[in-house]
T-cell receptor, first 109, second 114 residues
Framework: GQNIDQPTEMTATEGAIVQINCTYQ??????LFWYQQHAGEAPTFLSY??LDGLEEKGRFSSFLSRSKGYSYLLLKELQMKDSASYLC??????????WGAGTKLIIKP | IAGITQAPTSQILAAGRRMTLRCTQD?????MYWYRQDLGLGLRLIHY???????GKGEVPDGYSVSRANTDDFPLTLASAVPSQTSVYFC?????????????FGPGTRLTVL
């Protein structure tokens, strides 16, 4: 079966750095997405990786290792507004997104 | 309209009733999707449409039907609602084809079936 694993919840301090991991087992691979979802709102796109390596976008970076079935989202200089759930999703061989359950990130002052 | 809209925002429904959730996008995206999101589970695909006039079944299609008469609209119908269909429903759209096509999400419909 297809599976996306990510931690259920993480806590970090304002101004710090946090890394959210995602491991996946899917039938085929056509890219990995990270989305942010604030409570009660819709998911919004953060990043996309299809080749191995690090993609940086401001305070957020995303890393992919296809051989290991592994990705992480790195958030730097954490702000209170970063408190949200972070969803990892893989596009499979049918170009459909398979979603992890999400990681709830709690930022403390 | 800007992006994707969904209606209603929330609904309480008696079991056995028929319900249609509406979704409209103005981005001229070819592909549209319906997901449900339940606590502790990832988004699960119900149905999708790669282009107007075509639809496909996702991971959890039972009890739901869709139609895609034009590019903009993608309604989701529950023919006879059951309590297990209590969930938050998200509609999404994207350009079809290829690997890199991010999905844009509507604000969601919170449905409670009693």
């Amino acid at each position: 079966g297809q599976n996306i694993d990510q931690p259920t919840e993480m806590t970090a301090t304002e101004g710090a750095i946090v890394q959210i991991n995602c491991t996946y087992q899917t039938s085929g691979f056509n890219g990995l997405f990270w989305y942010q979802q604030h409570a009660g709102e819709a998911p919004t796109f953060l990043s996309y990786n299809v080749l191995d390596g690090l993609e940086e976008k401001g305070r957020f970076s995303s890393f992919l290792s296809r051989s290991k079935g592994y990705s992480y989202l790195l958030l730097k200089e954490l702000q209170m507004k970063d408190s949200a759930s972070y969803l990892c999703a893989v596009k499979d061989s049918n170009y459909q997104l398979i979603w992890g359950a999400g990681t709830k990130l709690i930022i403390k002052p | 309209i800007a992006g994707i809209t969904q209606a209603p925002t929330s609904q309480i429904l008696a079991a056995g009733r028929r319900m249609t959730l509406r979704c409209t996008q103005d981005m001229r995206h070819n592909a549209m999707y319906w997901y449900r999101q339940d606590l502790g589970l990832g988004l699960r695909l119900i149905h999708y449409s790669n282009t107007a006039g075509t639809t496909g079944k996702g991971e959890v299609p039972d009890g739901y039907s869709v139609s895609r008469a034009n590019t903009d609209d993608f309604p989701l119908t529950l023919a006879s609602a059951v309590p297990s269909q209590t969930s938050v429903y998200f509609c999404a759209s994207s350009d079809a084809g290829g690997s890199y096509n991010e999905q844009f999400f509507g604000p969601g419909t919170r449905l409670t079936v009693l």
